[in-house]
T-cell receptor, first 113, second 116 residues
Framework: EPEVTQTPSHQVTQMGQEVILRCVPI?????FYWYRQILGQKVEFLVS????????KSEIFDDQFSVERPDGSNFTLKIRSTKLEDSAMYFC???????????FGPGTRLLVL | AQTVTQSQPEMSVQEAETVTLSCTYD???????LFWYKQPPSRQMILVIR??????QNATENRFSVNFQKAAKSFSLKISDSQLGDTAMYFC?????????????FGTGTSLTVIP
């Protein structure tokens, strides 16, 4: 069964550094999302993306964050200048058009030191 | 704004027994979807069951069923014949209707442990 994949599984970075998290959606899925889960807290929505543009974003998704689909397959989340509070598990999710169920990747655990 | 509340941070159940996980939500929407996702220690969230708000019949998937009470804004998950593999974090999630591309609103989760 096709799955959403994410790389890397773990990333450690220094505060102020840029990180790029990558997601490979299920092949016929056209809607993409990023969520994050700070340790011990609920999963929070960051952004949704469709047709090469952002559909919706939350208050968390400020100017330090950006998303793109550079090569038609990978869907990336970039954090330009990481802060300590960006430490979290970041989940990518995707779904088909007219399908409400979102399929989640295994996550990338980001640790900012 | 939509909120989802799971009031049971942790629960345990004996293997083969039945357990019910609670979820309540608040919304002014009339049409929406509700989901239960399971997050095992491997950390990938997996869909357990979904319910369309316009459907009166409660959804069932094998050993998993829901008790959807729209007026009370309650959406509990019942797991029958619990198995060791059911040990996981369970998240309740809400999504507005209105096409795909809508965000999920998650509860804080319930950590379920199945005891041999």
């Amino acid at each position: 069964e096709p799955e959403v994949t994410q790389t890397p599984s773990h990333q450690v970075t220094q505060m102020g550094q840029e990180v790029i998290l990558r997601c490979v959606p299920i092949s016929n899925h056209l809607y993409f999302y990023w969520y994050r889960q700070i340790l011990g807290q609920k999963v929070e929505f960051l952004v949704s993306f469709y047709n090469n543009e952002i559909s919706e974003k939350s208050e968390i998704f400020d100017d330090q964050f950006s998303v793109e689909r550079p090569d038609g397959s990978n869907f990336t989340l970039k954090i330009r200048s990481t802060k300590l509070e960006d430490s979290a598990m970041y989940f990518c999710a995707t779904n088909r058009v007219f399908q409400e169920t979102q399929y989640f990747g295994p996550g990338t655990r980001l640790l900012v030191l | 704004a939509q909120t989802v509340t799971q009031s049971q941070p942790e629960m345990s159940v004996q293997e083969a027994e039945t357990v019910t996980l609670s979820c309540t939500y608040d919304t002014s929407e009339n049409n929406y979807y509700l989901f239960w996702y399971k997050q095992p220690p491997s950390r990938q969230m997996i869909l357990v069951i979904r319910q369309e708000a316009y459907k009166q019949q409660n959804a069932t998937e094998n050993r998993f069923s829901v008790n959807f009470q729209k007026a009370a804004k309650s959406f509990s998950l019942k797991i029958s014949d619990s198995q060791l593999g059911d040990t996981a974090m369970y998240f309740c999630a809400f999504m507005k209707q209105g096409g795909t591309g809508n965000q999920f609103y998650f509860g804080t989760g319930t950590s379920l442990t199945v005891i041999p």
